[in-house]
């Protein structure tokens, strides 16, 4: 009978598939940390997991654990490795918050053109004259170069198009293994797009290192935006507060931090081109109970062996291993 640990607060919609599945028993912890459930993963055979860390240390507590299911599409909070040297699945929700991550990525470029922040602050503060600067910007007839043109990258494209926007996408791993026929006009290379482009929009996982930093702004023009809805550390903090002081670009919108949550000390706090969200690209109520359903069903599908694979991130352990 498998036992599975939720560890991170869920949408009821997850938990009634846990209770309801036939021979399946569970712990269920909602605080959102490493150290809340790092003491049940022991008799644990699944693992839902939220946006806290699981690294080597309690992955090796979990003696009878074989798949770990990510609430969400990016996993970089997992020990991949440590995972990989067990056999143990890591699966992620595929297209649950996709639509939710692109609506945001859209609302964040409309919002730096539009200076948005710029302008309810100017209405707070009784400085309607702000109105005849003609700051704000139309998107429409606009580049904007999507880097990253997996889901969530297409769910932007078609949301851009329809604010008549020209769009480009730079992807790596698609220019080795082929481009959507007709869908998207590919960059060859980054400094080319980010050269054309008007707005930008990030939407990559971490390598590791900064994608975007001092060089990288250089190239951009000077009434560009940039929107970060991907991960913290896929652009470099530093250098992108001051390409924003100095006017280096226009504008960004930022979802995503190195740090998080951002300490009070964290440069885009006094800067009024910088337009702020605490990672919830992905957190709207629907998308929530997506991923909820979506992170359970993975776990149950895996132990009656129907599990999909193109949800399944490191199939290649698994065969290895086997």
Known sequence: ???????????????????????????YVEEVSESSYAPLIAKADGLVIRTQPCSAATIALGKQLK????HGVGYDAVDLAAVNARGIALAICGDANSISVAEHSMMLILAATKQTVKADHAV???????RNLLAAR????????????????????RMAAGFNMHIRAYDPYLQKTGWPAGDVTPVSTLEDGLRWADAVSVNVPHSGKALIGATELALMRSNAVLVNTARGGVIDEVALAAALKNGVI??????????????????FFGLHNAILTPHIAGL??????????????????????????????????????A
């Open 67 to 70: 798949i770990v299911s990510r």
């Open 138 to 157: 139309e998107v429409s007839g606009k580049n904007l170069l999507i880097i990253g043109y997996g889901r969530i990258g297409r769910h932007l494209a």
């Open 250 to 267: 226009a504008g960004a919108g930022i979802d995503v931090f190195e740090t998080e949550p951002p300490t009070k000390d964290n440069l």
């Open 1 to 27: 009978m498998p036992h599975i640990l939720i560890a991170g607060k869920i949408h009821p919609s997850g938990m009634a598939l846990v209770r309801n599945a036939p021979g399946i028993t569970y712990d």
């Open 284 to 321: 709207t109520a629907e998308a929530g109970e997506h991923m909820a359903i979506s992170s359970v069903q993975n776990v149950l599908d895996f132990f009656n062996g129907c599990i999909d694979q193109t949800l399944v991130v490191n199939r290649d352990a698994l065969k290895a291993t």
């Open 124 to 130: 707070r503060h009784g400085e309607w004259g702000w």
